[in-house]
């Protein structure tokens, strides 16, 4: 028996007004990789057009270092050193990350299991330094790295955020809290001690709202900009973000190479894209568990 879809006037609204949501969304990304793919010297001619002019894919092996059949005319600009850029980018991320996961994870098993006086006290008065806007620790964590010599490091980039962020102790401490006591007793009567239950018994059963963590961990330390810029400017710890607004702010007059900025960025956001196109209804079912909206 075939099933009638039948469509209310509010339900056709409603997809309407979804879709003009998504279009919205998407309509940067379409312009970034229509600016990608077209001529430079067609780039403000074709700039109030949807569709491409000439196409070409040259922008994407000039930005890479590769030969291109592209030629600049008015803007002179050197290509960046994109799998520099990458590699830097991929050691920023897998440091920050891997960090933010063991050590929030501690601090979230603590606060969700272990008993100790004032325990719930600290903890809201560790969520309620997200309170505290970003900008404002940005000069003392700078003198701070300065003082010690981490300039242009790898150990200076990630030094602020490699311990643990209040998001990231809130979202593992919900889960930790959801997991049956049971099985910290029953360890308990075995003889293993704290570190022990949370290394082997908690830690693994919360396999998939880790893996969830570290993709949103990743996607926003891949996007980090502005501290990477004070602290990573050398080209050996330069990561994409900062490496693309270099190339962005080098050419001559001021003039940006757009077509190849637009290149650049295209490629830069594809690992993120990956990311959230195989992982992004594990994300969501793990942010509803947590009960965050």
């Known amino acids: 028996m075939v099933r009638k879809l039948r469509l209310t006037v509010p339900a056709a ?38 569709a491409p002019g000439e196409l070409t894919f040259g922008n994407f092996t000039r930005v890479l270092g590769l030969p291109s059949s592209v030629e600049l005319t008015s803007v ?15 050691i920023y991320t897998a440091l920050t990350v891997a960090g933010q996961l ?14 100790f006086p004032g325990r719930n006290l600290m903890f809201y008065g560790f969520l309620a330094s997200t309170m505290i806007p970003a900008i404002v620790l940005f000069i003392p964590n700078f003198i701070l790295i300065k003082d010690l010599g981490l300039i242009n490091t790898f150990a200076g980039m ?8 209040p998001f990231a102790v809130f979202f593992m401490r919900q889960f930790f809290l959801s997991a049956p006591r049971e ?17 082997r018994i908690a830690l693994p059963i919360q396999a998939g709202p880790m893996a969830t963590l570290a993709i949103l961990l990743s996607i926003n330390s891949w996007n980090e900009f502005f501290w990477p810029f004070l602290v990573g400017r050398g080209e050996d710890v330069r990561v994409m973000a900062v490496a693309l607004s270099d190339f ?30 195989v992982f992004g209804r594990q994300i969501v079912e793990s942010l509803q568990s947590s009960g965050m909206k």
């Open 248 to 277: 962005m702010s080098q050419t001559s007059q001021r003039t940006p190479d757009w077509s190849g900025l637009m290149a650049a960025l295209t490629l830069s956001i594809l690992p993120v894209i990956a990311l959230l196109f």
């Open 102 to 115: 063991f050590f929030s994870s501690l601090a979230a098993y603590a606060f969700a299991r272990l008993k």
């Open 183 to 199: 099985l910290d007793e029953a360890a308990k009567l075995e003889g293993a001690s704290a570190f022990q239950i949370f290394w």
């Open 158 to 165: 990630v030094a602020p955020t490699v311990l643990m962020t």
């Open 76 to 90: 002179r600009a050197s290509p960046i050193n994109f799998a520099l850029s990458l590699r830097n980018s991929l």
């Open 13 to 50: 609204f409603g997809y309407l007004m979804l879709a003009g949501f998504v279009g919205v969304s998407l309509l940067p990304f379409w312009v970034a990789i229509k600016t990608a793919i077209t001529q430079p010297g067609d780039v403000f001619q074709t700039a109030s057009s949807i």
